[in-house]
């Protein structure tokens, strides 16, 4: 196999089954789809392998030095030697996995822990812990919300948030991509009696926009909804304890769930949902994404607990992240690439690009020349759009970020993205 790429073709070989009774027959059209983009000459953007990860902004990918810039390791966690140490003590003491679910054996101290640590951090008095982010949304929107209740969702919510739906009972309702008017004209339409759950995010991950969350939340209450914010692309970095949107727009006390990962500030792998809601813990007896599923191993945990606590005080890395995030967006803007916000609002720098074709060959030209970012494209992305998706680390210095706009001046010139 090529270093670098996962190389597995995908078959189109007739299988023995009849095709219309072939349950693998319903994806032909996307394994043609790939095959075509492959027969073109260019690399699959979703088929990449780091052979060696030397640190938060640097890889070797197919043999060659790489400057990440696309992964959600914003606040360049995953190589602290406090965090790494502590996944190594619990490896030992504790073993490499938990073997069950958190309702029978599989809650250890560390998992105690890290809920101690989520706690602290949020200033709140409920933390529960899931395997991931995806299924803190899975579990928290599914259980909350029953038959004859209301979800009402952002339309560009993130898929767990979509799955949780599915997932639930509920009556489903979106409204307009932050419109704060469309949130509460699709309340005021809704019968006054059932509860109700406003499901919103602090920064949207394809184009890095934040949600007027005040003005939001003014409007849940009103209507009188609770509501849940999912703070996944914020934690770490905004408000004066870093705890997200809801914080830095002054919502403390205001939002009834806040959902986040340890998969990206954090630089790990999990999920958690924190609340002040007196009744909170009774999730743990009700969630089935908490219940079927087993717990995760002790090293994550504690790898999380220890970053979780670093990150209460990491007031430098936070100024330099956003630091990082200006120079950036301000470079690209110069060059005239168009972005996906005016501002640098959030650590998640969009590269529009006119489509497919053009995203690919600018996505490939990047990587060729030493640079990773995530290309993104539909259903992921919002209205039809190819997306070259730059996500920014605190550990990236001012040289690397210029090296990066170097990068980008020229494949966007070498594709046409930019005159
Ligand atoms: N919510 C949002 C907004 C996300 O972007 C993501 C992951 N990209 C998740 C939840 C899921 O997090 P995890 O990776 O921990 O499953």
């Given at each position: 196999?090529?270093?670098?790429?996962?190389?597995?073709?995908?078959?189109?070989?007739?299988?023995?089954?009849?095709?219309?009774?072939?349950?693998?027959?319903?994806?032909?059209?996307?394994?043609?789809e790939?095959?075509a983009?492959?027969?073109?000459?260019?690399?699959?953007?979703?088929?990449?392998?780091?052979?060696?990860v030397?640190?938060?902004?640097?890889?070797?990918?197919?043999?060659?030095?790489?400057?990440?810039?696309?992964?959600?390791?914003?606040?360049?966690?995953?190589?602290?030697?406090?965090?790494?140490?502590?996944?190594?003590?619990a490896?030992?003491?504790?073993?490499?996995?938990?073997n069950?679910?958190?309702?029978?054996?599989?809650?250890?101290?560390?998992?105690?822990?890290?809920?101690?640590?989520?706690?602290?951090?949020?200033?709140?008095?409920?933390?529960?812990?899931?395997?991931?982010?995806?299924?803190?949304?899975?579990?928290?929107?599914?259980?909350?919300?029953?038959?004859g209740?209301?979800?009402?969702?952002?339309?560009?919510?993130?898929?767990?948030?979509y799955?949780?739906?599915a997932?639930?009972?509920?009556?489903?309702?979106?409204?307009?991509?932050?419109?704060?008017?469309?949130?509460?004209?699709?309340l005021?339409?809704?019968?006054?009696?059932?509860?109700?759950?406003?499901?919103?995010?602090?920064?949207?991950?394809?184009?890095?926009?934040?949600?007027?969350?005040?003005?939001?939340?003014?409007?849940?209450?009103?209507?009188?909804?609770?509501?849940?914010?999912?703070?996944?692309?914020?934690?770490?970095?905004?408000?004066?304890?870093?705890?997200?949107?809801?914080?830095?727009?002054?919502?403390?006390?205001?939002?009834?769930?806040?959902v986040?990962t340890?998969?990206?500030?954090?630089?790990?792998?999990?999920?958690?949902?924190?609340?002040?809601?007196?009744k909170?813990?009774?999730?743990?007896?009700?969630?089935?994404?908490?219940?079927?599923?087993?717990?995760?191993?002790?090293?994550?945990?504690?790898?999380?607990?220890?970053?979780?606590?670093k990150?209460?005080?990491?007031?430098?890395?936070r100024?330099?992240?956003?630091?990082?995030?200006?120079?950036?967006?301000?470079?690209?803007?110069?060059?005239?690439?168009?972005?996906?916000?005016?501002?640098?609002?959030?650590?998640?720098v969009?590269?529009?690009?006119?489509?497919?074709?053009?995203?690919?060959?600018?996505?490939?030209t990047?990587?060729?020349?030493?640079?990773?970012?995530?290309?993104?494209?539909p259903?992921?992305?919002?209205?039809?759009?190819?997306?070259?998706r730059?996500?920014?680390?605190?550990?990236?210095?001012?040289?690397?970020?210029?090296?990066?706009?170097?990068?980008?001046?020229?494949?966007?010139?070498?594709?046409?993205?930019i005159?």
């Amino acid at each position: 196999t090529d270093a670098g790429f996962q190389s597995e073709t995908l078959s189109m070989d007739p299988p023995a089954i009849a095709p219309e009774r072939d349950l693998m027959s319903k994806f032909d059209g996307l394994i043609a789809e790939r095959q075509a983009l492959i027969d073109t000459g260019v690399i699959d953007p979703f088929a990449i392998v780091m052979d060696q990860v030397k640190s938060p902004t640097e890889a070797v990918i197919a043999g060659r030095d790489t400057i990440l810039l696309g992964t959600y390791n914003y606040m360049g966690m995953t190589f602290d030697p406090d965090v790494i140490a502590a996944g190594h003590a619990a490896l030992d003491q504790f073993g490499s996995g938990t073997n069950g679910s958190r309702m029978l054996n599989g809650t250890f101290r560390d998992h105690m822990d890290a809920e101690a640590a989520l706690r602290d951090f949020y200033g709140m008095t409920g933390a529960i812990v899931f395997s991931t982010g995806y299924m803190a949304n899975l579990g928290m929107i599914s259980t909350l919300a029953a038959k004859g209740e209301y979800v009402i969702l952002d339309a560009d919510s993130h898929a767990s948030i979509y799955d949780g739906c599915a997932q639930g009972n509920a009556e489903i309702v979106r409204f307009r991509h932050n419109s704060v008017e469309d949130l509460d004209k699709r309340l005021g339409r809704l019968p006054k009696e059932p509860a109700k759950l406003v499901v919103l995010e602090g920064v949207y991950s394809m184009l890095g926009d934040v949600a007027p969350l005040k003005e939001m939340v003014a409007v849940a209450k009103k209507h009188g909804a609770m509501v849940l914010s999912d703070e996944a692309h914020s934690m770490g970095f905004y408000g004066p304890n870093g705890r997200g949107v809801y914080e830095d727009q002054g919502l403390e006390g205001d939002v009834d769930f806040v959902v986040g990962t340890f998969s990206k500030s954090v630089g790990t792998v999990g999920g958690f949902c924190v609340s002040n809601h007196p009744k909170f813990e009774a999730i743990r007896l009700a969630c089935r994404p908490y219940i079927f599923t087993a717990s995760l191993p002790p090293s994550v945990v504690a790898t999380a607990a220890a970053s979780i606590r670093k990150l209460m005080t990491a007031h430098d890395k936070r100024a330099q992240l956003w630091a990082n995030a200006r120079q950036l967006h301000g470079g690209l803007t110069a060059m005239g690439f168009r972005l996906g916000t005016k501002l640098p609002d959030s650590a998640i720098v969009a590269v529009i690009l006119d489509d497919q074709e053009q995203a690919v060959a600018m996505w490939q030209t990047l990587l060729e020349d030493g640079l990773y970012v995530n290309m993104a494209r539909p259903p992921a992305t919002p209205a039809g759009t190819y997306l070259l998706r730059c996500s920014l680390c605190a550990e990236h210095t001012t040289a690397q970020i210029d090296a990066v706009l170097a990068k980008f001046a020229a494949a966007g010139r070498a594709v046409g993205a930019i005159g």
